[in-house]
């Protein structure tokens, strides 16, 4: 009997595939469960529906992402931060100031949690910030730190 997943099936196969399974195994616990639906035409048509829809969503984001990359690279974000003696700050810059910071000046709206800081900013100067914005697609964040007064 062939069958299309509605989830995740530990030793059969992922959401969305089409599989192959014994009758009894399929009509007694797959599909009761509502973990498989039969692989009627109806049925693998809207597999398929759901397959182009689903690749036309990752391209898009793709695409939208690669466009933030590219207004990334134009846009400088200037951080004011209070410091001590010797020029380090109190405290660390965060990736949410550096989020707010960018959406303020640049207008780019990134999440906190896609930028990476490899580690602490406690200091005045130029710093490249990775960022990652989506499927293998990153960007450089240009920041500047500057001692407020």
């Known amino acids: 009997m ?3 997943l509605q989830q995740d099936v530990k030793g059969q196969g992922k959401k969305g595939q089409m599989v192959e399974v014994s009758d009894g195994y399929g009509r007694n616990f797959l599909l009761p469960r509502k973990l498989a639906v039969e692989a009627t035409a109806e049925n693998v048509n809207t597999m398929k529906m ?3 829809a689903k690749q036309a969503r990752l391209a898009e984001e793709k695409a939208a992402a690669e466009a933030a990359a590219q207004q990334l690279k134009g846009c400088q974000v200037k951080i004011r931060a209070k410091a001590g003696q ?3 700050l109190f405290g ?3 990736s949410r100031e550096i989020s707010d910071e960018l959406k303020a000046q640049c207008g780019i709206d ?3 949690s896609k930028i990476v800081l490899s580690d602490p900013i406690k200091s005045f100067g130029t710093f490249e910030v990775k960022c990652k914005l989506g499927s293998e697609v990153s960007g450089v964040i240009n920041l500047l730190v500057i001692e407020d007064k």
Do not use: L
Request: hydrophobic share 25%.
């Open 110 to 112: 990134v999440n906190k």
């Open 2 to 4: 062939k069958v299309i």
């Open 92 to 94: 660390s810059i965060t």
């Open 86 to 88: 010797g020029g380090r």
């Open 50 to 52: 759901q397959d182009k």
